[in-house]
């Protein structure tokens, strides 16, 4: 994939996380989900790989923070589940791994990234065990919608087309 058309589509998934958490969210225990982010991690890491969806995720984290409309846990979690999801896909060249690589990375490894940063930005103290529910219901639920729409996309033969010209 050429340059232009790499950037183009990066651009593409950012404007979709960005503006796809103001449409599709809802209450996850003390927490809100937002399943885009997710879905955006599993279908870039599949088809642009890790490097290109850790861009991605930390883009869109942070325009919905200088917007107000998300918080400082969309790094850590966006991003490690990113790069997991990527990681995972390129080594099995499965789609179940890149879902699980975005539910360990976000779900699980996100949210213990996220203790110290509620410390430092938020003033808050909570453990693991306040973060991890939503994050991994968030994530479940994202990647799952991502990997059907990567299963929508391979039966249509659209993401052949992105993936040769890769």
Known sequence: MNRTRLMTTMAVFVAIGIIGSQFLW?????AKAYPVQHAVNVVAGILLGPGPAVIIAFIIGLIRNMLGLGSILAFPGGMIGAFLAGYLYKKWNRHSAAVIGEII?????????????????MGTSFGIF???PSFLVSSVSGALIGWFIVVRLKQSGQAKAIIENK
């Open 130 to 132: 306040f973060f991890l």
């Open 105 to 121: 990375g976000t779900g699980i490894l996100g949210s213990f990234a996220s203790i110290p940063l509620a410390t430092l930005f």
């Open 26 to 30: 809802f209450p996850a225990g003390f």
